[in-house]
């Protein structure tokens, strides 16, 4: 079907596209900075123009997908999938398959670091381990975005930002597409001051309506496992490092925050990915089994890879005896993935976040500082 909009020149489209290709063309789209109706009128245009028939693509769970073509395109192509014996579904699907092999990224550009700071456990100091390896790539000049993507809103008091109340436009609606959503993202995030940051480290804050972002997900029309990726992908362009603060969570927010650390087409091992602070006890343990069956479960379901980067043993302290002792061995010893950095139990974390100071511009000689730097390291 179609209908005119209010301007007559263009009219929509509306059809079904599988969730890969819906989330392959937004991304690509806003990495060349085009609009997703140029895309796919640039697709529909070079596959019309085709003289061979072209290879079928799977189309088996495509969901809704509409955009918005110029006056009479959508007519003539549906005239062309009948010529061609293909549905409208298969003949857009391969259309914008199409664009996407003849547009692939910009060749010189560095695609953006994702990592995911996650565990199912609370209390593993995931909010610090998060903050300070974003301070950390930002002191040695990088530009980072840290995402605080938990609903207790952790990450953003400790730094001394407000949580987005409920109902204003936040990462949530961004991902839910509501209709109140207005403004760019980066429109939202807030840079953190500190001579060492040089206006490079930036915080996407909390919003307290993110305590329904599951329920929001259950509904939502669209690959919810994609919902992440598509709301920040307008805003990668402007930074070398994002880093995502995770709940401990084994819903629907978490399998898309799990998928936006996948590493891409193209990208390089390594560069993209988990990284898991854990503390030297048997609870950690159990919660890391969690987080590897989840991985597992999406990596299958969705035949990607998402890597796990390495561990981050925290809030260490040997005088706690064999089991700390025996702990810190047994994460060592697993190898794969490896042990970044072991982060002590001191005071300088609780002191920075009593005075809502970033750890490496309160105490940047302490050694939880140079342990944050010494993942950084292990991440290059």
């Known amino acids: 079907m179609s209908s005119p909009n209010p301007g007559g020149e263009r009219e929509k489209l509306v059809s079904k596209l599988p969730a890969h290709l819906r989330q392959a063309l937004k991304v690509r789209a806003a990495q060349l900075s085009i609009d ?4 796919v009128t640039g697709g529909i245009q070079t596959w019309q123009a085709q003289p061979e028939p072209l290879p079928q693509v799977e189309t088996a769970g495509a969901e809704s997908f509409g955009t918005w073509l110029p006056e009479g395109l959508y007519d003539s192509f549906k005239s062309d999938c009948r010529v061609r014996g293909v549905s409208y579904i298969q003949g857009l699907a391969q259309a914008v398959a199409l ?3 003849q547009n692939p990224a910009n060749a010189d550009s560095r695609s953006v670091r994702r990592l995911v700071v996650c565990n199912q ?3 593993v100091g995931k909010t610090a381990v998060s903050a300070g390896i974003a301070q950390a790539f930002a002191e040695q000049g990088s530009r ?6 938990d609903p207790q809103g952790h990450l953003s008091h400790q730094l001394g930002l407000k949580a987005i109340p409920a109902g204003q436009e936040s990462l949530v609606t961004h991902m839910l597409n509501r209709d109140d959503t207005k403004h760019p993202l ?4 807030v840079v953190i001051e500190g001579a060492r940051f040089g206006d490079r480290l930036r915080v996407l804050p909390a919003a307290f309506d993110a305590f329904l972002l599951d329920s929001g997900l259950t509904v939502f029309r669209g690959p919810r496992h994609a919902a992440l990726e598509r709301a920040l992908a307008s805003v990668e362009e402007h930074f070398d490092v994002i880093v995502i603060d995770s709940p401990p969570s084994l819903g629907l927010a978490m399998d898309a925050g799990l998928v936006y650390g996948r590493q891409r087409d193209g990208e390089k091992p390594g560069a993209s990915g988990l990284v898991i602070p854990v503390e030297a006890e048997d609870t950690s343990a159990q919660a890391y089994g969690m987080l590897i069956n989840q991985v597992g479960s999406l990596t299958r379901d969705y035949d990607i890879d998402v890597e796990q980067l390495g561990l981050v043993v925290n809030k260490y302290d040997s005088r706690r005896g ?3 002792t025996s702990s810190l061995d047994k994460w060592k010893a697993l190898g794969t993935p490896p042990v ?3 982060i002590p139990d001191v005071k300088e974390q609780r002191e920075a976040v009593r ?3 970033p750890l490496l511009d309160y105490a940047p000689e302490s050694d939880q500082a140079h342990g944050m730097r010494q993942i950084v390291r292990g991440l290059a």
Request: glycine share 6%; charged share 20%.
């Open 36 to 39: 997703v109706q140029d895309a």
């Open 99 to 101: 664009w996407l092999e």
């Open 121 to 123: 456990k609370g209390g």
């Open 144 to 149: 980072v975005l840290l995402v605080d993507y």
């Open 186 to 189: 980066i429109d939202l995030t």
């Open 322 to 324: 064999f089991i700390a």
């Open 340 to 342: 970044l950095s072991v």
């Open 355 to 357: 005075v809502q100071r």
